[in-house]
């Protein structure tokens, strides 16, 4: 029991550090140490809903819309491409042109060449060619602002209302065109495993700790099954006993002590469960690391009034 027990202990203790792992060997005399693994792989769910990875696959897809159609159900959609239980949109990818490719330059064409060397390396439409010799960056950046700015006050600004997954588009599109996005399967959202692979540790019962050796057990363990032993003799001879009140002897009879080797076997052995509870207490983890810190602050204090040596140089 005293093996046992321990067993039971460690398991709870390194359960976040075995889930999920295989259950081929034993871990009878290993050391299991702390792994960051298993929170990581928790920590990959959130990931998803944050867009900076997870186990759910993100898909790309395209929507081609209609001239003077405004509104689009990608549900439908989901379904026209053969998808079952839906889809979660997570990015459309409708702006506006860039400002650049409306960006003119009065300086560009001055005999420099530099306009034309742009397009022959397939740059002209995202630089525009400027002499850095006589207008500073900032310049084309107020520019390309100053376009940006025209189009949202004076023009009608690209953008999108998505609701219960019908997109809306604004402006109404004015000739067919192809818009891409970004989305989830609702179904590889709801998901419970990630992994098609078998015989892993799923609870604490599949945790491979065999039955303990007795060979191998330590002289306080032997110690404390010993003590236990005896318990459980006095308390069978409690029993035995209890099945004879009184046992004739010439000229009386004597009264057996069945009730006192009842209470003290059960009181010896509610003791030796407690005593073997606060050990394994004591001994796990989380109870060392406040001991050594506990350890640390003391001896901090202690070094701190420790007079310190004056030098003279």
């Excluded at 792992?21 to 290993?30: A, R, V, W, Y």
């Excluded at 009879?253 to 073997?276: P, V």
Aim: aromatic share 12%; charged share 25%; hydrophobic share 35%.
């Amino acid at each position: 029991m005293c093996i046992r027990d321990s067993f039971q202990y460690k398991i709870r203790e390194n359960y976040l550090n075995v889930e999920g792992i295989s259950t081929g060997s034993s871990f009878n005399n290993k050391l299991i140490d702390s792994s960051l693994q298993r929170i990581i792989e928790i920590s990959k769910n959130y990931g998803t809903e944050a867009e900076v990875g997870g186990y759910t696959t993100r898909y790309t897809g395209s929507l081609n819309t209609t001239k003077n159609v405004q509104e689009y159900d990608m549900d439908q959609w989901a379904l026209d491409a053969g998808i079952t239980g839906s889809i979660e949109v997570r990015k459309i990818f409708y702006e506006a042109p860039p400002a650049i490719l409306r960006y003119f330059d009065p300086y560009a064409g001055t005999g420099t060449g530099v306009q034309s060397l742009m397009d022959a390396f397939d740059f002209g439409s995202y630089s525009p060619g400027v002499n850095f010799l006589l207008m500073p960056a900032s310049y084309d950046i107020l520019k390309v602002q100053a376009i940006e700015f025209n189009d949202q006050i004076r023009r009608s600004a690209y953008s999108f209302e998505l609701v219960n997954n019908r997109l809306k588009l604004f402006p109404v599109p004015k000739r067919a065109t192809k818009i891409r996005f970004e989305y989830y399967k609702i179904n590889d959202k709801r998901s419970a495993s990630h992994t098609a692979d078998t015989n892993l540790i799923t609870n604490v019962g599949e945790v491979p700790y065999n039955n303990p050796v007795y060979s191998q057990i330590n002289s306080v363990g032997r110690q404390w099954i010993f003590r236990y032993t005896l318990a459980l003799a006095k308390e069978l001879l409690a029993y035995i006993r209890g099945k004879y009140q009184t046992v004739p002897v010439p000229g009386s009879e004597a009264t057996l002590n069945q009730a006192d080797l009842l209470t003290d076997s059960r009181a010896e052995k509610e003791s030796l469960l407690t005593e073997l509870k606060d050990m394994l207490e004591q001994t796990s983890r989380q109870a060392q690391l406040e001991r050594k810190a506990s350890e640390g602050e003391n001896l901090r204090k202690t070094l701190s009034d420790v007079p310190y040596t004056i030098y003279i140089g």
